[in-house]
């Protein structure tokens, strides 16, 4: 499994966009990329999968370039709310069962 | 749709004495799979059952344990607490067999050891 680094922490203010990349050097052919979501005391949330490019959804956007040896993760004006643990995880989403390997993940905290 | 349900959310055991959590997946998911988060070691992985099988098991001691029933709801075991057991414990489930398919979480049960 690909091991990941971000950034431990991160600060925002309300309405602004905030990226949070992740590199995974060593990530896999058959890896794919999945960010999930935590708040205090609840379980993480999953927010978006990719496997290159780009890929949008209605809460977020995935950013993966061409070597794929990192992902960003991309929050439109953020608010308060958004405030958690954002996890970048990689695994072979088609053979490796459902066992999910997190990181340290990074902390973002928004501002008024 | 009911979400992921845990049982019980918060728990106070002493060392020596073992616990049995208790989980309930979104009905029609078949993947259940458990987590152990402490903010030494953040979210680790413990096991992942599909249709009553354990697949996969994280590095864990034999004092954990798990299992799966016909109808997808898991339980599990940790005997011979320690304190070190002291956790937030977190089950997932998934439609799917792999792990391309969205996984779900529930609350979690907070587990302290005294």
């Known amino acids: ?112 | 749709k009911a979400g992921v349900t845990q049982t019980p959310r918060y728990l106070i055991k002493t060392r020596g004495q073992q616990v049995t959590l208790s989980c309930s997946p979104i009905s029609g998911h078949r993947s259940v799979s458990w987590y152990q988060q402490t903010p030494g070691q953040g979210l680790q992985f413990l096991f992942e059952y599909f249709s009553e099988t354990q697949r996969n098991k994280g590095n864990f001691p034999g004092r954990f344990s798990g299992r799966q029933f016909s109808n997808s709801r898991s339980e599990m075991n940790v005997s011979t607490l320690e304190l070190g057991d002291s956790a937030l414990y977190l089950c997932a489930s998934s439609w799917g067999e792999t792990a391309s398919y969205e996984q779900y979480f529930g609350p979690g049960t907070r587990l302290t050891v005294t």
């Open chain 1, 1 to 112: 499994l690909a091991k990941t680094t971000q950034p431990i922490s991160m600060d925002s203010y309300e309405g602004q966009e905030v990226n949070i990349t992740c590199s995974h050097n060593n990530i896999a052919t058959n890896d794919y990329i999945t960010w999930y979501q935590q708040f205090p005391s609840q379980g993480p949330r999953f927010i978006i999968q990719g496997y290159k490019t780009k890929v949008t959804n209605e809460v977020a956007s995935l950013f993966i370039p061409a070597d794929r040896k990192s992902s960003t993760l991309s929050l439109p004006r953020v608010s308060l709310s958004d405030t958690a643990v954002y996890y970048c995880l990689v695994g072979d989403m088609n053979t490796g069962f459902q066992k999910l390997v997190f990181g340290t993940g990074t902390r973002l905290l928004v501002s008024p």
